[in-house]
């Protein structure tokens, strides 16, 4: 059986990426493009790991995690934005994130990051 992991961002380009770049890895993949319905689908399917953009439309990925947290889900979440500010990484993974990668990102560290976090590596 794959490992699930859950895309969530509301640009379709780097969705796409993703998704095309984890399912040829072998990994099973969804999509959210808002914080709202990542929730939802966190507690619904319970995907093995998410990757999670921090600016989305109707909340940052930072409270997203928090309130997956505060649900008692533990899954590995990893950020992928484009602010690469030291003090947003800090509040990132001070929020319950496992790792953060910066856009535009490389398809091999981002695989490599997966593996890890999912304890593949």
Known sequence: ???????????????????????????????????????????DRRPDLVLLDVQLPDMEGFEVCR???GKGLK?????????SAVARVAEGLGSGGTDYVVKPFEAGD????VRIALGEE
């Open 1 to 43: 059986m794959p490992k699930k992991v859950l895309v969530v961002d509301d640009e379709e380009d780097y969705v796409s990426i993703l998704t095309h770049l984890l399912k040829k890895a072998g990994y099973a993949v969804e999509s959210a493009g808002n914080g709202q319905e990542a929730i939802a689908l966190c507690e």
């Open 67 to 69: 309130v997956l947290r």
């Open 75 to 83: 899954m590995p979440v990893m950020f992928c934005t484009v602010r």
């Open 110 to 113: 981002v695989l490599r990051r």
